[in-house]
Each structure stands twice: as structure tokens, then as C-alpha cells.
């Protein structure tokens, strides 16, 4: 028997922003449903099941915040991703400890939105829905460990990119970036060997940036243009600081 198609529902008020995802998502084999205002996302939310709901924080009237509160309520088994234009970390920090999944800015790369709304499915299928009985298809004790892990990591992940959209160019140094993601997991109450785990990794990314752009760096000193350049700006502050001494 074929797998059932997942569904999402996106929630903006902005039409464009709901037929960019929707076109993208059915594209990638999704069924999709739309809504402007949150009124209309619980009426969907409430006549049938969704697997994720993309929400955006400012609607009309009823915020996507509000509609993440109902959602723990009443539509549990429905993961909710966040999708704002609203650049603030106590926000997204609001938004993960209410149980979203994701915190995305706007705007935003559909590749990086359909990443998110992949994991998201994926987590679920791991899980068992919340308040029925555990069975026999339900995970064992060694994939719920594994399934912990992935969803701390996907929100500490969430509030560090939250944090580089925030800082700016000079303050969005990598080491500055991670410490503030680790102060703000805390905040959230993610474990202490979850944030150390989700550190060591990031600290290898990061050497492994710095590797590769050292290296880019290296070839294109040893071009001949660079070589040019760097031996004309050799020859002009030669110049300018045996002026110098002579005045």
C-alpha cells in the first residue's frame, strides 16, 4: 500500500507567501492547504489532521502565536514551524519553549523551509502520538533517546541561526554566536549534555569553515592577479612612507 501523502498547512496573510510554499511543497509530493488569517487556520486545523503547520507570528487579529498555544491544546500531533519577519531571539525563544519545532526568518531560502518541514515529519513518524497507548510500533527506549537528541539539536540550531540574523556583521563572529545560543538553551531548559554535544559539533564546523576559507585564500594569493595587486600596494606604501620620512 502507497504511503499516505503528508500534509501541511501554511498560515500567512500574505498571498504571495502562501502560494510560494504551496507551490513548492506540492512539488515536492506534500498535499497543501492555505490560510490568510488564524480564524481560518483553526476552522483547517480543526476539519482535518495536518502533519506541520508553517505559521506566521503577525496576523490579522489572532496571532501565529496564539494559534501555537491552541495547536499544544487541541492539535497535538500537528508540529508547528514558525515563519516570521520579526528578527527578535526573545521571540523565537517564546515560540520554541511553546513547542515549535523551527524558527525561520523572513526572508527565506524555500530549500532551508522544506528542510524543516522534512524533519519535522520525520520526528513525528519516530514519535507516538501524544495520550494514546504506547504499542509495539512505537520506538524503542534507544530511538526516543535518538529522537530527544535530533529535537533538542533542531532548536538549538533554530535559536542560534535567530542569534546570527540578529548580530551583525562584526558581532556575528563564530564563537560570540555559539555562546549566546548556549545561554539561550539553557534559558530553555535543554540539557546540559545536549548543548555541550550540539557545541562540540559546531565548534567542528566552524574549523572546518575556516579551513576551507584559509585555503581559498592561500590560491588566490599564489594567483598572478593577486600577486599583481598585493605587489602594487607593496609599492605604494613604500612610497608613501618614504614621503613620509622625508617630510
Known amino acids: 500500500m502507497a504511503c499516505e501523502k503528508a500534509r501541511v498547512l ?13 507551490d513548492e511543497l506540492i512539488e515536492r509530493g506534500y498535499l497543501c492547504a492555505t490560510a490568510l488569517n488564524a480564524s481560518d487556520a483553526l476552522t483547517k486545523l480543526a476539519a482535518q489532521s495536518f502533519d506541520v503547520a508553517l505559521l506566521d507570528i503577525r ?8 494559534v501555537l498555544a491552541e495547536m499544544r491544546s487541541n492539535h497535538t500531533n500537528t508540529a508547528a514551524i514558525m515563519i516570521t519577519g520579526v528578527n527578535n531571539i526573545d521571540t523565537a525563544v517564546e515560540a520554541m519553549k511553546s513547542g515549535a519545532s523551527d524558527y ?47 529535537k533538542s539539536s533542531n532548536q538549538i540550531d533554530a535559536i542560534s541561526r535567530g542569534i546570527e540574523a540578529k548580530l551583525d556583521l562584526l558581532d556575528g563572529r563564530p564563537e560570540i554566536v555559539t555562546q549566546r545560543t548556549i545561554d539561550v538553551a539553557r534559558q530553555l531548559g535543554i540539557a546540559e549534555a545536549e548543548i555541550q554535544r550540539w557545541a562540540t559539533a559546531r565548534a567542528r564546523l566552524n574549523s572546518e569553515k575556516k579551513g576551507q576559507i ?10 598572478p592577479l593577486a ?14 612612507k618614504s614621503s613620509e620620512s622625508q617630510n
Not at 605587489?231 to 605604494?236: D, F, I
Open 10 to 22: 501554511i498560515v500567512d496573510d500574505e498571498q504571495v507567501v502562501c502560494d510560494l510554499l504551496y
Open 104 to 150: 525561520i526568518l523572513k526572508p527565506f531560502d524555500t530549500d532551508r523551509v522544506c528542510i524543516s518541514v522534512h524533519k519535522a515529519i520525520e520526528n513525528r513518524k519516530r514519535s507516538p502520538k501524544r495520550g494514546g497507548p504506547k504499542t509495539a510500533l512505537c520506538v524503542s527506549s534507544e530511538e526516543d533517546g535518538r529522537q530527544a537528541t535530533g
Open 59 to 66: 496576523l490579522p487579529g489572532m496571532s501565529g502565536m496564539e
Open 227 to 240: 600577486q599583481s595587486i598585493l605587489g602594487m600596494t607593496e609599492v605604494h606604501l613604500y612610497t608613501r
Open 214 to 223: 584559509d585555503s581559498v585564500l592561500r590560491k588566490l594569493r599564489r594567483s
